[in-house]
C-alpha cells in the first residue's frame, strides 16, 4: 500500500462529527486534576517547616516524601478498585465522585494543622480518585471513530501539561499562601488595615497559611463536578440508556442557551407516542451541521436517539470495528492527523487507547489474565521498554518532588564549599518557586503541541528517545551547584546569572520529561503484540504507580542523610546516575517493525 496513493482529508472533514461538547466537558474534569496535583510544590516545604515536626530543617525532605508517597502508594491500591466499580455501575458516578473527593482532600490538606492530617490528606487523595484510567476509557468510548480518537486522547497529555503550569500558580500566589516566617504583604487589594475584610483576610491566612490556594482548587473543582454533573452523558454501553436527571437539567439550560439538543434514549417512549416538529424545541435539528455543540444528523450523539431510531445498544461488532476498517480509510484518517500530530504518534494513540484497547485495563479481559506472565506476552523488546518506563519515571517523579524542596532549602552560604560541600538550598520564597515552575511548565506545552510531532517525522522514535535522555543525566547533577551562582551566593558574579541558569536547566528538564514519555508510549506500542497490548499496558501502568511510590519514599532518606553531612550534591549526582542507567539501556533497545506485529496478531 502506497502512502501517496490517497488524498489527505481536510481538517473540517477530520472534524466532522466530533463530540466537542463532551470532549469539552471530559476535558474540565481531566484539566482539574493537575492542577490539585501540582499546586502544592511551591509550599510544601514550608508547610511541613511550620508543622514543627522535624528537629531540624534537613529532615524536611524526608517528611516531603513521605507525603508524595502515600498518594501514590494509596492510588495504586485503589486506582484498579475504581475502574471495576466504574463497570458496575458506569463511568459518571466514579468521575463525579473522583472530583468530590479530591476537592475533600484537598481542604483537609489546606486546613491541616498538623503534619499526620496533611498526612491522611494526601493518602485521601489518592485513595478517593481512580479518575485517569476511567477518564481513558470514557474517551474510548465517547470518540469511537478511528479518526477522533488520536485528537481525543492526546488531549490528556496537553491538558496534563497545562494544568501543572496553573497548578503552581496557585499553590505559589503569594495572595494565597502565607508561610509563617513569610512577612505580610501590602495592602495590593486596595483595602486600608482598618477594612474589616482585610483584618479577616489577614487573620485567616495567619492561621491557616496554606488553606486558600486549596480553596481556589476546591472550587475549580466543584465547578468542573457540576458542568459534569450536568453535560456529561454516560458512555458505559450499559448504562447509557439509564435516566440522569441532572443531564436533563444540563439539556433545559442548553436549549435555553439557543442549542440543538437530541432527545435522550429513555425520552423516546413518551414522545413516540405523540407526533412532534423539532422546529423550536431544540429536540433535534435537521441539520446540525451549522452548530459545532452536537453531531451531524447522520451521526448521533453517543447514548442518544433520534425519533426515527431505536435506543442505541452495545454491540461488540461496533465496539471493535474500529480496527478493522478499510486500509484505505485509516491512512486517509491518520494523514488527517498530519497537521495536529504526526502519523506515527496518532497511530499508536489510536491503537493503544482505543475503547477496546482501554477497557481490559480496568476489566481484566478473561484472554489476558489467561495468558498471564510469559514470554509470548512479555517478550525481551517489551521489558526493555517497560523497564525503562519504570526508570523514567522513577528519577522524574523525584525531580518533581524534590526540586520544590531544594529550592526553598534555606541558602547557607558559610557552608558552601565548591565542589566538596554543599548544604540547604537556593532560599526561595514559595511565590518564587510557583513562578519558576509555571514559567518551565509552559515548555512541556508548547514540545507536546510542536517539537514531539516534528520530530516524530522526522527522526526514528528510538534515535529521538536516545537524543531526549542525554539531558537529564548531564543536568541534574548540575542543579545543586548553581547555588554558588545564586544572588546571596558565595561568588561574584552578574546578580541574575544564578537565577537565569536554573530556569533554563529547568526548562531543559521539563522538555526532556514531556518528550521522553510519549517516545516511550510509541517504543512500548511497537513492540508489543496487538492481541496483548492492553495487558501490557495495564501492567507498565502499574509499574509506573509503583516508581512513583518507591521513588519519593527512597529518595527522601537519601537526601536527608546528604543533607547531614552537607553534601546535598550526592542525592543529585545518585539521581543522575539513575537516568543515565536509562539512558544507556536505550541503546539495547530496538524499535519494533510495526507491521510484522500486526501481521502476527493475525
Not at 498518594?71 to 468530590?100: A, N
Not at 500558580?169 to 516566617?181: E, F, N
Request: charged share 15%.
Amino acid at each position: 500500500m502506497t502512502h501517496g496513493n490517497h488524498a489527505k482529508v481536510s481538517f473540517r472533514e477530520q472534524m466532522r462529527g466530533f463530540p466537542i461538547w463532551q470532549m469539552i466537558v471530559i476535558s474540565m474534569i481531566r484539566f482539574a486534576e493537575p492542577i490539585a496535583f501540582t499546586s502544592m510544590f511551591p509550599y510544601v516545604y514550608f508547610m511541613i517547616r511550620d508543622f514543627g515536626i522535624t528537629k531540624d530543617d534537613s529532615e524536611i525532605s524526608s517528611y516531603s516524601g513521605y507525603l508524595a508517597a502515600s498518594f501514590s502508594f494509596f492510588q495504586f491500591v485503589f486506582c484498579v478498585q475504581w475502574g471495576r466499580l466504574s463497570d458496575r455501575i458506569g463511568r459518571k458516578p466514579i468521575l463525579l465522585t473522583g472530583l468530590m473527593g479530591t476537592s475533600i482532600s484537598m481542604l483537609l490538606f489546606g486546613f491541616s494543622q498538623n503534619y499526620h492530617m496533611a498526612l491522611v490528606a494526601r493518602s485521601c487523595l489518592g485513595a478517593l480518585n481512580g479518575n485517569i484510567p476511567v477518564l481513558r476509557t470514557t474517551i474510548g468510548e465517547v470518540a469511537t471513530q478511528r479518526k477522533h480518537q488520536a485528537i481525543a486522547f492526546a488531549s490528556l497529555s496537553l491538558l496534563w501539561n497545562l494544568g501543572c503550569v496553573i497548578g503552581p500558580m496557585l499553590g505559589g500566589s503569594k495572595y494565597l499562601t502565607r508561610p509563617k516566617s513569610k512577612p505580610r504583604i501590602d495592602h495590593t487589594l486596595e483595602l486600608t488595615s482598618n477594612s474589616t475584610l482585610y483584618d479577616f483576610y489577614n487573620q485567616f491566612l495567619d492561621k491557616y497559611p496554606y488553606a486558600l490556594s486549596n480553596v481556589v482548587v476546591a472550587i475549580f473543582l466543584w465547578t468542573s463536578m457540576i458542568l459534569g454533573a450536568l453535560f456529561l452523558e454516560e458512555s458505559h454501553p450499559e448504562f447509557k440508556t439509564r435516566k440522569d436527571i441532572l443531564l436533563q437539567i444540563g439539556d433545559g439550560i442548553r436549549r435555553r442557551l439557543g442549542y440543538d439538543v437530541p432527545l435522550r434514549s429513555w425520552q423516546i417512549s413518551i414522545h413516540r407516542e405523540f407526533p412532534f416538529s423539532t422546529q423550536g424545541r431544540g429536540i433535534y435539528p435537521e441539520d446540525t451541521s451549522i452548530d459545532p455543540l452536537v453531531p451531524s444528523s447522520s451521526e448521533p450523539a453517543y447514548g442518544l436517539i433520534t425519533d426515527e431510531e431505536e435506543p442505541l445498544r452495545y454491540d461488540e461488532e461496533n465496539a471493535i470495528s474500529i480496527g478493522n476498517e478499510s486500509e484505505s480509510g485509516d491512512d486517509d484518517e491518520i494523514d488527517a492527523l498530519v497537521p495536529i500530530i504526526s502519523r506515527r504518534l496518532s497511530e499508536t494513540i489510536v491503537r493503544t487507547y482505543s475503547s477496546n484497547e482501554v477497557i481490559p485495563i480496568i476489566q481484566g479481559e478473561r484472554n489476558n489474565k489467561r495468558e498471564g506472565f510469559n514470554s509470548t506476552v512479555f517478550t525481551h523488546p517489551v521489558i526493555m521498554c517497560i523497564f525503562a518506563n519504570f526508570i523514567c519515571s522513577l528519577h522524574t517523579v523525584v525531580y518533581s518532588e524534590f526540586f520544590p524542596v531544594l529550592l526553598a532549602g534555606e541558602l547557607k552560604s558559610d557552608e558552601l564549599t565548591f565542589p566538596t560541600h554543599i548544604a540547604g538550598g537556593f532560599g526561595f520564597l514559595s511565590n518564587s518557586i510557583g513562578t519558576l515552575l509555571s514559567s518551565t511548565g509552559i515548555i512541556g506545552v508548547l514540545a507536546v503541541i510542536f517539537i514531539y510531532p516534528y520530530l516524530d517525522r522526522h527522526v526514528s522514535t528510538i534515535t529521538s528517545y536516545r537524543f531526549i535522555t542525554i539531558l537529564p543525566p548531564i543536568l541534574y547533577p548540575v542543579l545543586p551547584y548553581l547555588v554558588f551562582l545564586s544572588p546571596e551566593g558565595p561568588w561574584e558574579k552578574p546578580k541574575a546569572i544564578g537565577t537565569i541558569l536554573l530556569y533554563v536547566l529547568s526548562g531543559l528538564l521539563v522538555l526532556a520529561s514531556a518528550l521522553t514519555f510519549p517516545s516511550l508510549m510509541v517504543l512500548l506500542h511497537r513492540a508489543s503484540n496487538p492481541k496483548y497490548s492492553a495487558f501490557i499496558n495495564g501492567t507498565a501502568l502499574s509499574l509506573v504507580s509503583l516508581a512513583r511510590f518507591v521513588g519519593p519514599m527512597v529518595w527522601g532518606w537519601i537526601i536527608l542523610y546528604t543533607e547531614k553531612i552537607s553534601m546535598v550534591q550526592l542525592s543529585w549526582i545518585l539521581l543522575g546516575a539513575v537516568a543515565a542507567a536509562g539512558t544507556i539501556q536505550g541503546y539495547f533497545m530496538e524499535e519494533e517493525n510495526e507491521d510484522l506485529k500486526e501481521g502476527e496478531a493475525d
